[in-house]
Nanobody
């Protein structure tokens, strides 16, 4: 069984920063892609950023230049550094990993950007 535990969400003022972390545990042979997605009420979950096992990254246009994704393969961990946060970044952020056989999701962490 695979578990993803996210941390680092919270309330921040516009222009501020937050760092999200996600640790994967359980029976995992090998993690391929790791990523962050977000969802607001009434909308579909959308991609924020992904990173391959060898470090190739992909970002949504709305976060390019502000967010940075990174991972530690030895610790099965992925991070999302979020800078210059805007109110429209408010959402529940979900961590996701893909293995050779399946895809897993975390429980989500709330990020609220408000003054």
């Amino acid at each position: 069984q695979v578990q993803l535990v996210e941390s680092g969400g919270g309330l921040v003022q516009p222009g501020g920063s937050l760092r999200l972390s996600c640790v994967a545990s359980g029976t995992i042979f090998r993690i391929n892609a790791m990523g962050w997605y977000r969802q607001t009420p009434g909308k579909q979950r959308e991609l924020v950023a992904t990173i391959t096992r060898i470090g190739i990254t992909n970002y949504a246009d709305s976060v390019k230049g502000r967010f940075t994704i990174s991972r530690d393969n030895a610790k099965n961990t992925v991070h999302l550094q979020m800078n210059s946060l805007k109110p429209e970044d408010t959402a529940v952020y979900y961590c996701s990993i893909s293995t050779d056989y399946d895809r897993y999701w975390g429980q989500g962490t709330q990020v609220t950007v408000s003054s």
